[in-house]
């Protein structure tokens, strides 16, 4: 079975610019959530997809979207880059239902951006 | 609004050492409380999910438990590859940001040999 994964695992980026980061969940989990972990800190909620909808979003501004495929991948795009989107950009999947679409999470190994 | 704290911030131990690292938490309806383990650079590894007040959970030389207000993870006769941030996060039962991990800021667990 295959776990989560992400890519890039390090990204280098200066402010203004425009991002995208990539999440393949694991095998038979259709709910993705994503996550930004400034170093030294918990990591903090920015939004959640289940079957290709925005389920639930964090206190992060409009620039942060994403999206869900229908094979149950993700992507993450960040405009208008600032120095403080610098961190440690994880995704998490879960099986979910339609009732419980969330459950227990699965995380990733995380893309490292800098932003300079 | 949901909030966890962890304590302590970082605790050293020698090997063979057994101690607690505690997660206070408030949120509007417990859905689920987790346990996760993180070392440097990587993402988070899942450990436990506890639902209701009383439960308890074991995984080799961990046992997290659960009260109404706090959750404990025990680590007994601890091995430097136990050395790790050990995070704690709950989920809240509906609300607008469904799914929502809310997440403590960690314990950094150094175990020397």
């Known amino acids: 079975e295959t776990g989560v994964t992400q890519s890039p695992t390090h990204l280098i980026k200066t402010r203004g610019q425009q991002v995208t980061l990539r999440c393949s969940s694991q095998?038979?989990?259709?709910?993705v959530s994503w996550y930004q972990q400034a170093l030294g800190q918990g990591p903090q909620f920015i939004f959640q997809?289940?079957?290709?909808?925005?389920?639930g979003r964090g206190n992060f501004p409009p620039r942060f979207s994403g999206l869900q495929f229908p094979n149950y991948s993700s992507e993450l795009n960040v405009n208008a880059l600032e120095l403080d989107d610098s961190a440690l950009y994880l995704c998490?999947?879960?099986?979910?239902?339609?009732?419980?679409?969330?459950?227990?999470?699965?995380f990733g190994p995380g893309t490292r951006l800098l932003v300079l | 609004e949901d909030q966890v704290t962890q304590s302590p911030e970082a605790l050293r131990l020698q090997e063979g050492e057994s101690s607690s690292l505690n997660c206070s938490y408030t949120?509007?309806?417990?859905?689920?409380l987790f346990w996760y383990r993180q070392d440097p650079g990587k993402g988070p590894e899942f450990l436990f999910t506890l639902y209701s007040a009383g439960e308890e959970k074991e995984k080799e030389r961990l046992k997290a438990t659960l009260t109404k207000k706090e959750s404990f993870l025990h680590i007994t006769a601890p091995k430097p590859e136990d050395s790790a941030t050990y995070l704690c996060?709950?989920?809240?039962?509906?609300?607008?940001?469904?799914?929502?991990?809310?997440f403590g800021q960690g314990t950094i667990l150094t175990v020397h040999p």
């Open positions: 997809y289940y079957r290709e909808e925005e389920n």
């Open positions: 996060a709950v989920q809240a039962r509906g609300g607008t940001s469904y799914g929502k991990l809310t």
């Open positions: 949120v509007s309806g417990l859905r689920g």
């Open positions: 095998s038979g989990h259709n709910t």
């Open positions: 998490a999947s879960s099986p979910g239902t339609s009732v419980f679409p969330s459950e227990t999470q699965y």
